[in-house]
Nanobody, 127 residues
């Protein structure tokens, strides 16, 4: 069992930056591919970014590529999402997720494949 706790959300003006963190419980964090998703009001949850077990493979959605950076620190059981040049359309609840995978280099984009989810952190970008 893995518990995920996100933090770092808040209110920011357009063009600003935020850094989200997600801390995982347990001793096998490096067995998991990690992902960030987001859900805006009235919308479905959508993929944002994923990082492989040893952070050598990273994938972003087209809407955030070039503005967001996912990273992980396996020694701290933490995955980060650095968000720059924020836009009002980035407003959403952001969730981190974990998927147990044997492949060191696998990233996971499909929401339904993930095993564990955090409770989410609200990001609001004002215009």
């Amino acid at each position: 069992q893995v518990q995920l706790v996100e933090s770092g959300g808040g209110l920011v003006q357009a063009g600003g930056s935020l850094r989200l963190s997600c801390v995982a419980s347990g001793r096998t964090f490096d067995h998991y591919a990690m992902g960030w998703f987001r859900q805006a009001p009235g919308e479905e949850r959508e993929f944002v970014a994923s990082i492989s077990r040893i952070d050598s493979v990273i994938l972003y959605s087209g809407s955030v590529k070039g503005r967001f950076t996912i990273s992980r620190d396996n020694a701290k059981n933490t995955v980060y999402l650095e968000m720059n040049s924020l836009k009002p359309e980035d407003t959403a609840v952001y969730y981190c997720a974990a998927k147990s995978v044997p492949d060191l280099f696998r990233v996971v984009t499909a929401l339904q494949e993930y095993d564990y989810w955090g409770q989410g952190t609200q990001v609001t970008v004002s215009s």
